[in-house]
Each structure stands twice: as structure tokens, then as C-alpha cells.
């Protein structure tokens, strides 16, 4: 215990805690993998219960629906993508130095989609200036929200 290290020499403190900083980084690597998998774990379960669906026919529509779309919503994704990508960078660029929320790129991005959500903070954004934030507003909305 820690009552055994007074007085200890240097060297023998360091190791000991070095040994600790190494179980503790352990604990906190297993913690997050078990995290990880318990987030993955429900996925999967709604994942078969889509292949239970098939058994019926009225929850088979929601699988066939999925089967037969997913060529046209691969293609919307290839447009909405690089569009959504453009804002956000355009996001970081007018309102990064101004705003937390555009600093990087890894923030502007849920920052984005919570907006086309419908949750924004205009007069953040007018920090950078009115006419970049009604700009940047106006044209995403138009695009993303109202022809996307």
C-alpha cells in the first residue's frame, strides 16, 4: 500500500507508480472497449429484427421498402455528403474564431446537423458578422433542409 512507500528511494517510488499509471490505463482501455461493444450490441439485435420481420407481411413492407430503395438513397448520399461537408468548412472558416461550436471541423459537423435540425443559435453565428451568418444560414437552409 501507500503506507509502505514512505520513505521509499526515489527509484523504487517511480516504478511502483509507473506500475500503477499501466493498471490504471488497462482499467480505463477495458472500461472503453466494453462501452464500445455495449453501444454495438443493441445495433445488432435491431438488425435481426429486421430478418424477423420478413415473417410477416405487413413488417415485411419496412424490409422490402429498405431493399428495394437503397440504390436511390446511396446516390442521395453522394450528393448530400460533399454538401454538408462544404457547409460545415464553410461553417469553420466565417464563424471558427468567433464560435466554439467552429472550431474544427469535428465540431462543426454535429454543429451542422443539429441546425439542419432545426437547433441554432443565430446570434452566435452573427458574431462573425450578419451578412456571413445570414449567408451561411440562408443558403443551408434552402439547400439542406428545404430542396435536399
Given at each position: 500500500?501507500?503506507?509502505?512507500?514512505d520513505?521509499?528511494?526515489?527509484?523504487?517510488?517511480?516504478?511502483y507508480?509507473?506500475?500503477?499509471?499501466?493498471?490504471?490505463?488497462?482499467?480505463?482501455?477495458?472500461?472503453?472497449?466494453?462501452?464500445?461493444?455495449?453501444?454495438?450490441?443493441?445495433?445488432?439485435?435491431?438488425?435481426?429484427?429486421?430478418?424477423?420481420?420478413?415473417?410477416?407481411?405487413?413488417l415485411?413492407?419496412?424490409t422490402?421498402?429498405?431493399?428495394?430503395?437503397?440504390?436511390?438513397?446511396?446516390?442521395?448520399?453522394?450528393?448530400?455528403?460533399?454538401?454538408?461537408?462544404?457547409?460545415?468548412?464553410m461553417?469553420?472558416?466565417?464563424?471558427?474564431q468567433?464560435?466554439?461550436?467552429?472550431?474544427?471541423?469535428?465540431?462543426?459537423?454535429?454543429t451542422m446537423?443539429?441546425?439542419?435540425?432545426?437547433?441554432?443559435?443565430?446570434?452566435?453565428?452573427?458574431?462573425?458578422?450578419?451578412?456571413?451568418?445570414?449567408?451561411?444560414?440562408?443558403?443551408?437552409?434552402?439547400?439542406?433542409?428545404?430542396?435536399?
Open positions: 500500500g501507500v503506507e509502505a512507500l520513505g521509499c528511494p526515489s527509484a523504487e517510488c517511480e516504478a507508480f509507473a506500475g500503477l499509471h499501466m493498471l490504471v490505463q488497462e482499467v480505463a482501455a477495458f472500461i472503453d472497449h466494453t462501452r464500445v461493444f455495449n453501444a454495438i450490441v443493441p445495433l445488432v439485435v435491431m438488425l435481426r429484427m429486421f430478418k424477423a420481420f420478413s415473417a410477416q407481411p405487413r415485411a413492407l419496412v422490402e421498402t429498405l431493399r428495394q430503395a437503397w440504390v436511390n438513397l446511396a446516390h442521395y448520399l453522394i450528393v448530400f455528403v460533399p454538401i454538408f461537408a462544404s457547409y460545415a468548412s461553417g469553420v472558416a466565417f464563424f471558427g468567433q464560435s466554439d461550436q467552429f472550431t474544427t471541423m469535428d465540431r462543426a459537423i454535429p446537423f443539429t441546425m439542419m435540425l432545426g437547433d441554432f443559435d443565430f446570434a452566435d453565428l452573427e458574431l462573425a458578422g450578419r451578412g456571413y451568418a445570414f449567408f451561411v444560414f440562408a443558403t443551408f437552409m434552402f439547400l439542406i433542409v428545404l430542396v435536399m
